[in-house]
């Protein structure tokens, strides 16, 4: 059957054209929208929130496990979201909380996008048993369990955000090595790369100027998704208490913290945390499925 | 008319539309058929000219967004555009029968020869798995296979093209159904093998009684094969009539075309004739002859539709310029 | 066939070796072994000791050689915490482990299966949209954050499920079992549930795929022409072909899950190898660490190796590949 022709799109920039395409999915507008805002919200913490949790004088001790809504008769504040069991106001722990995520995840996916990328373009542009090694490499980390590899590593290194950071970026290099690879074996046989080589430019001038650029769109789309990976995984090593130290606690040590008084009917101390873990979980996910969805070369035409 | 004067299959008017986002396709649009008892029917046409979508819509095997909107098949006196799915799927397979293009395709990879025929039976009757099984071997040597019990405890990658597809023909017709609907069987094929597989279908079907439908952009595959011709082109029918009479007098400029672009002994060193332009796109099809856009001889009227003219009995075509008679 | 499993045996084998070392730098080399092998609370006479015992003035060839001596002896040395081989600590408690696990993949096949068939059915449909929406929840939250939830409506707010413990089990030979009573059953219902959803939305992902891949072939067609029953089309010629990728990755996913149960035996204080491994790190008990990890890799290696056989058992044409 024949094919209906779709119409040649008008000139337009590139990029107005991507925002044009993007703007065509309500959720994940939706998704932009509300990572922006809880964004917003991390990077402003300490002037929006209207307490700081780790200041521990401010703390009314006697305020502590207040439910949401209750006002301090000490100070007369609203603790919107109640208080935890160190008298700490669960929305200002939160907003300090996600900005220590947000913080761990977008380092460690930055770390391993930048490691994974240069690994798997140079195995790719030299080839070889260069290419071989390193991808078994790859294959055999794959072959792994992140969370498993990430909770031996953290045993080995101790506790504290950087190692956290390190042992993130450890088990997620591997996705961008291997998806760097496959793109840029494609690109290699590209004309362009054909006449650059025959210009004599050096290989790493080749690699980063010319080949890289066309690499990034699945990249992007990748450490997108990862992002959300980043933070769910660091959420589970801190909530399982080998993730960040006390003193910085992220959305996954304040669940933890709230876990035993969720038994006894005081689910705030968890829940408000854990909804804002995974709304920014689930917002990422929709704008990153989408972007997947208009910068997939295939789905393109 | 009596039950034995009435003919197997009767299309009237079949329209089958998809409804994409586009548009809608008029894949088929208004085809007419009749076919008699052990009748062999060449049904050709470009591809995209809808003789696919006609064959399966007489199956009823249209998939959305597919459907059959208009027109009626009459089958042995039944409706079978109307006819509830449950009932349709008895007669699939059973009185009606499909061989498919591809026989690399058409059987599948995971299962058995064996399982593949006799699931074939025993959907249609209670029958023991070992009666089923001596009925898939007797059918496997009809069509021309040598030492069918190997064959049957194959699996369908270990055998050849050909090999395929006699099986996928034994299949249909191991429940000696009234109609085969064949759609380019042969296409796929080695040449060597083509001429084989087409004599052999043949001549079973003369042996059986049943009627075929041979589906082909191949004028020259029909012409030893079919007792009648229809020649289909963007969804309509244009011409009909026995294989004699439309190859020696065709009456629709586009079966001339067709017929001149076979090779033949008289063609022999002079350059092959060429339709010119291409087969239109079926979506937002103009009113008129779809074929006058590449017809030499159109004029204003083709601008409407032409009627289907009769000429005799089973003789038809659809052009307001009939070529045959000028030669 | 008999070369390609001796050759993928092989491989095995190297990875272990490979995995070994990699286990033996990270954990013997990487900072003080005697701090990871001697408990906090120990003298600096024990501590000479646990040295000279180790022999860490030798090559480094020679520890590791002995490392592996030992290991491959089942001797990963002893937990600090009981004195117990750190082995049969993590072999009492791998039943639970395996139980939590079976019954999470049972229901993420169970559940994922039919619904990706489902999905990919009528991919346009509400039906299927609410499915891959639902499945988009079950494949980005972590895992202890459903379990959280769960825990907190069915646990606490409906008081229908117990949140902890895997309650009484049955002794059958050396295993304890607890899914031979009914209260073993109610006990992993809801940690089996967190683990099993993720792995459900998954296999939705990846059956919804492999049914819109093989719908439109043509034999799924041609076995329609020939009258079959909507029953055996889609319970035979479909469930058939699209059986290999939901096996390889059911067979992969087992060995995520078991990894995952850490997690989940945390959340539900499940009595597993999983939670002995949190609380090991936790207490610096490192022989436990150590041994988990080398059965772990061994486990993960050897079900691999498994799947990639089932794959050929299945998929008749792969065999032929292979004989070529």
Redesign the interface.
């Known amino acids: 059957m024949a094919a209906p022709m779709i119409p040649a799109a008008k000139t337009a920039s590139p990029r107005r054209l991507l925002m044009q395409r993007f703007a065509e999915s309500p959720l994940a507008v939706l998704g932009l929208g509300t990572l922006l805002l809880l964004l917003g919200f991390a990077a402003l913490a300490p002037w929006v929130a209207p307490q700081n949790p780790y200041d521990i004088g401010a703390l009314e001790i006697f305020d502590s496990q207040l439910p949401p809504g209750s006002v301090s008769e000490f100070t007369g504040t609203t603790y919107w979201l109640g208080t935890d069991g160190q008298a700490r106001d669960v929305l200002s722990a939160m907003l300090y909380g996600m900005r220590t995520s947000l913080i761990v995840a977008v380092t460690s996916v930055l770390g391993a996008l930048l490691i994974g990328t240069t690994i798997g373009m140079v195995a790719a542009y030299i080839g070889g048993w260069v290419d071989a090694v390193l991808m078994r490499i790859v294959d055999l980390q794959l072959s792994f369990p992140a969370i498993l590899v990430a909770l031996v590593l953290l045993s080995v290194l101790g506790q504290g955000v950087d190692k956290v950071i390190l042992a993130l970026v450890i088990v997620q290099w591997a996705y961008f090595a291997r998806t760097a690879r496959s793109t840029a074996m494609v690109e290699r046989n590209r004309e362009y790369v054909l006449a650059a080589r025959c210009l004599n430019l050096g290989s790493r001038r080749i690699i980063f100027r010319h080949m890289l650029p066309n690499c990034l769109p699945p990249l992007i789309v990748i450490a997108t998704i990862d992002l959300a990976h980043a933070i769910a995984a660091e959420a589970t090593l801190s909530f399982l208490g080998i993730g960040v130290p006390v003193t910085e606690p992220s959305l996954g040590m304040l669940i933890a913290n709230g876990f035993e008084f969720m038994m006894s009917g005081q689910y705030w101390i968890s829940f408000f945390p854990g909804m804002a873990l995974a709304l920014l979980i689930l917002a990422i996910n929709l704008v990153g499925d989408h972007l997947r969805d208009i910068l997939n070369p295939r789905n393109a035409q | 008319m009596t039950a034995a004067e009435r003919p197997l299959l009767s299309v009237e008017r079949l329209q089958t539309h ?1 409804h ?4 809608v ?1 008029k ?1 088929v649009d208004g085809v007419d058929l009749t076919l008699r008892r052990g009748e062999i029917l060449g049904l050709v046409g470009e591809s ?1 000219s809808g003789k696919s979508i006609t064959g399966f819509s007489i ?1 009823g ?1 249209i998939d959305p967004p597919g459907r059959i909107s208009g027109g009626r098949i009459g089958f042995d006196g039944r409706d079978l555009v109307t006819l509830p799915e449950a009932e349709r ?6 009185d009606i ?2 061989i ?3 026989p690399s ?7 058995r020869i064996d399982t593949q025929m006799i ?2 039976v025993q ?2 009757e209670k029958i023991s798995r070992q009666a089923a099984l001596r009925r898939a071997r007797d059918v496997l040597v009809a069509v021309g296979i040598p030492s069918p019990d190997e064959r049957l405890q194959a ?1 369908p ?2 055998l050849s093209g050909g090999m395929r597809q006699r099986i ?1 023909i034994a ?1 249909a017709m191991i429940n000696r159904p009234r109609l085969i609907i064949a759609d380019e069987p042969t296409t796929a094929l080695d040449v060597s093998i083509q001429g084989q597989i087409i004599h052999e279908v043949k001549a079973l079907c003369r042996q059986t009684g049943t009627a075929l439908i041979w589906i082909t952009h191949d004028l020259a595959v029909v012409a030893g094969l079919a007792d009648r011709i229809a020649v289909m082109y963007a969804g309509r029918v244009v011409e009909t009539g026995t294989t004699a009479e439309v190859i020696r007098n065709p009456q629709h400029p586009y079966t001339q075309g067709l017929i001149a672009s076979v090779p033949s002994r008289e063609t022999r060193g002079h350059r092959l004739y060429q339709i010119p332009g291409m087969t239109p ?3 937002n099809l103009p009113p008129g002859c779809a074929f006058s856009a590449r017809c030499a001889h159109a004029t204003e009227t083709c601008r409407t539709a032409p009627e289907l003219t009769e000429t005799g009995a089973g003789r038809a075509f659809r052009c307001w310029h009939p070529v045959g008679d000028r030669r | 066939m008999l070369v390609f499993v001796i050759n993928r045996l092989l491989q095995s084998v190297i990875v272990l070796l490979v995995m070994s070392v990699l286990v033996f730098v990270g954990i013997f080399l990487i900072g003080d072994p005697t701090a990871m092998l001697v408990s906090p609370e120990a003298t600096d006479l024990e501590r000479q000791m646990v040295r000279e015992a180790l022999g860490l003035d030798r090559s480094m060839l020679v520890q590791y050689l002995s490392f592996m001596g030992n290991a491959l002896q089942g001797d990963f040395g002893r937990s600090f915490l009981t004195g117990q081989p750190a082995l049969q600590l993590i072999l009492e408690r791998m039943p639970a482990t395996f139980e939590l696990v079976i019954v999470a993949m049972g229901f993420a096949v169970l559940m994922g299966v039919p619904l990706g068939m489902l999905a990919g059915m009528r991919p346009e449909a509400p039906s299927s949209r609410a499915i891959m929406a639902l499945s988009i929840f079950g494949f980005s939250l972590p895992t202890f954050w459903i379990g959280l939830m769960l825990i907190m409506v069915f646990a606490v707010q409906l008081g229908l499920l117990p949140a902890s413990g895997r309650g009484p089990t049955v002794e059958v030979g050396p295993l304890k079992l607890s899914l031979l009573t009914l209260q073993g059953w109610y006990h992993v219902a809801l940690p089996a549930l967190t683990l099993g959803l993720a792995k459900a939305a998954l296999l939705i992902r990846v059956t919804r795929a492999a049914t819109r891949e093989v719908l439109p072939m043509d034999y799924i067609k041609f076995a329609r022409a020939k009258g079959l029953p909507a029953r055996r089309i889609f319970g035979v010629h479909l469930l058939k072909n699209i059986m290999i990728p939901i096996l390889t990755v059911s067979g992969l996913e087992f060995g995520q899950a078991i990894a995952f149960a850490v997690v989940t035996e945390s959340v539900f204080s499940w009595p597993g190898m999983g939670k002995l491994l949190i609380d090991s790190i936790i207490t610096l008990d490192r022989p436990v660490v150590v041994a988990y990890v080398l059965i772990m890799v061994f486990f993960l290696v050897i079900l691999n190796l498994v799947v990639d056989l089932l794959y050929m058992a299945i998929d008749p044409s792969s065999r032929e590949k292979v004989r070529d």
């Not at chain 2, 994409?20 to 548009?23: E, I, L, N, P, S």
């Not at chain 2, 799927?89 to 059973?94: A, I, N, Q």
């Not at chain 2, 395709?105 to 299962?111: A, E, R």
């Open positions: 998809f994409t986002r586009a548009g396709v894949a995209g199956l095997l799927r008895r007669l699939r397979g059973k029968a499909m498919f293009q591809d395709m058409t059987l599948n990879p995971v299962l699931e074939a959907a249609h699996y990658f270990e996928a299949i796109s079926l979506l």
